[in-house]
């Protein structure tokens, strides 16, 4: 539909194939329904020529019962049209769907800006296909209505020609008048989306801080511009539709001019100048409907070109080979963190290995990279140079959705989702309630939750905002520790607690060490460090020591190491690799 040649197919392409059928079993019924809309002409054709010269009251019955039966299955045809095409919507839309929730989620996490406009668009695209199509499907049968009028006379004939050739010119002078203005105007409309969505979602900040004149001011500049385009592109087209209903206009008096020329002369009949008249009209609606829905065409044709293109930039998604279930090795190799849009990495030649069971903390001042190494671990932000490793695979050998659900992370900024405390838990998949009750319990939240006014059933609403910051830290900890994932990746775990939850998490550490979890976490607190079996210091990016927990600290804070060693057997040995 709006395929470019040589272009690399896409799931875009294979859900408008699934849907092609669709398409094509509408282009037949077009051309029924084409062919049903002569009735019109005829009828009057017969009526004119015939009845009233006849006055033959049995005759006009007769046609007149005929043709209200083939406008019954002409209104028969339009609506299964319009229901196949519907169909075929949803199959496109079943087909794309998820691969397109999937590419807003790689290029949300590579801060590309696209969010839920990619959704927008497949509706957009969508909707082309289940209406806006249909005008386009009327349009090849316009030659029938031409060959028809050329029948009664050739001048309608050579007038519906000439008619549909300028028709169709204004209707390109009106593509390109306004596809520029158009995409201009959908760009803005996109990042005045996206700043209003910024905004209202630091509502608090803004009302509390008294920062609403500015974002409002920028946010209108954002959106005078959208509006400047779109009043840009109304004035070409609108100019254009206006001389497409001119010459509309000038056409029918022509037709009925011309015609009654040709009937005083004798070279037609009275009724042969009305059914020119329609003919004629009924050749040039579908072009004239083409152009009405050119605006609409613009629209999904831009719409299909931003999917494509975020499609396009999709990285490789072949189907992963099924690997075991990690233990929990993780290592790293020369690895080289870069966030999305920034030119220099934020955490460099990362080296070493961790093995199954360890627990490592990374201490550092703030901006030093601990949190870009934690989300290169975790997979969200990928390597620059260099490769991290779990289990010895590297982390994009395995596949996300299948890796996820061995990994827990409890990231900074604590998102939660509209929907229960038990699914958020949960991660919004099957679960057992038990399931849901051991993670609780072992983030330290179950009685919290049980103090809620629904259990684990209360309704968090959107973001968790019914919930206090450290509520919000914790639950996301028992997400985090849901089913006992082999690598758990903690960043500032304990910036919401207060006591009682600091005590939580200390306990669940214990239990996840107990349990030969990997535990990986980063923290300016100096009483976190007791659960670390190791130490890993990062400053400025790289990483400038570590070792074993003790001898760390002492070098940390200047005192003296203790002489006897800690109770529990020692952890499995943390090395660098050089």
């Known amino acids: 539909m709006f395929k470019r040649s040589g272009a690399k197919p896409t799931i875009l392409d294979q859900a408008v194939l699934v849907a092609r059928p669709a398409v094509i079993t509408a282009m037949v019924f077009s051309f029924f329904i084409n062919i049903l809309a002569l009735v019109s002409p005829l009828y009057m054709l017969q009526v004119y020529d015939r009845v009233l010269t006849s006055r033959n009251v049995s005759t006009l019955i007769v046609l007149t019962v005929i043709c209200v039966f083939l406008f019954l299955v002409y209104g028969l045809l339009e609506a299964l049209r319009t229901q196949v095409l519907v169909r075929g919507g949803l199959k496109f839309d079943g087909v794309a769907r998820d691969p397109i929730f999937k590419s807003v989620l790689d290029s949300t996490l590579s801060r590309k800006g696209i969010g839920g406009q990619a959704f927008r668009d497949m509706d957009q695209v969508r ?3 289940t209406g806006g199509l249909i005008a386009f499907c009327d349009a090849p049968w316009t030659p029938v209505f031409v060959i028809v009028s050329w029948m009664l006379h050739p001048f309608f004939g050579i007038l519906a020609i000439i008619a549909c050739i300028i028709i169709f010119g204004l209707a390109v002078m009106n593509d390109n008048a306004t596809k520029n203005p158009i995409q201009m105007a959908t760009m803005a409309s996109i990042a005045a989306q ?15 801080m008294g920062m609403w004149g500015g974002l409002q001011a920028r946010w209108r500049a954002r959106r005078d511009e959208q509006v400047a385009w779109q009043a840009a592109a109304s004035d070409a087209g609108g100019a254009v539709m206006s001389g497409i209903k001119v010459f509309r206009n000038i056409v029918q008096t022509l037709i009925l001019g011309g015609g009654a020329y040709l009937a005083i002369d004798g070279k037609i009949s009275a009724g042969a100048m009305i059914a020119g008249s329609i003919l004629v009209g009924r050749a040039l609606a579908p072009i004239e409907g083409a152009v009405g829905q050119w605006k609409t065409y613009i629209g999904a044709r831009g719409a299909w070109d931003r999917l494509q293109t975020m499609l396009r930039e999709e990285k490789s998604a072949d189907d992963h080979m099924p690997l075991p279930e990690p233990r ?8 080289s963190i870069l966030p999305p849009g920034a030119q220099q990495p934020t955490m460099r030649q990362a080296s070493f290995r961790i093995d199954a069971g360890a627990a490592v903390a990374l201490v550092g001042p703030s901006a030093a990279g601990k949190s870009s190494l934690l989300r290169g671990i ?3 932000w990928p390597c620059a140079a260099g490769v991290i490793r779990l289990d010895g695979y590297d982390i994009k050998q395995w596949d996300p959705e299948k890796l996820g659900r061995h990994v827990g992370y409890l990231p900074q900024d604590i998102e939660l989702f509209s929907g229960t405390v038990a699914q958020n ?5 099957e679960f057992e309630s038990q399931e849901v009750i051991e993670a609780a319990t072992l983030a330290g939240v179950h009685e919290m939750i049980q103090s809620l006014p629904m259990g684990y059933d209360t309704a968090i609403g959107e973001g968790g905002a019914s919930l206090s910051g450290g509520q919000r830290q914790r639950l996301a900890l028992a997400r985090a520790v849901f089913r006992m994932p082999a690598l758990l990746v903690l960043d500032e775990p304990n910036a919401s607690l207060d006591q009682v939850g600091e005590v939580a998490l200390m306990e669940a550490m214990k ?18 460090l007791a659960q670390a079996d190791y130490i890993m210091v990062i400053n400025q990016g790289v990483i400038s020591d570590f070792g074993e927990r003790d001898p760390m600290l002492a ?9 006897t060693p800690p109770p529990t057997p020692p952890p499995a040995p943390l090395q660098r690799v050089q």
């Open 127 to 129: 909707e082309f296909m």
């Open 194 to 208: 996206n700043d209003a969505g910024s905004t209202l979602r630091n509502a608090e900040v803004m009302k509390a």
């Open 328 to 335: 929990g090795v993780l290592s790293a190799e020369a690895a």
């Open 378 to 380: 975790v997979g969200v």
């Open 425 to 429: 838990i949960a991660r919004f998949t």
């Open 511 to 528: 239990r996840l060490k107990a349990a030969k979890r990997t535990v990986i976490f980063a923290t300016h607190k100096v009483n976190l």
């Open 555 to 563: 070098k940390l804070t200047g005192a003296a190491p203790p002489q």
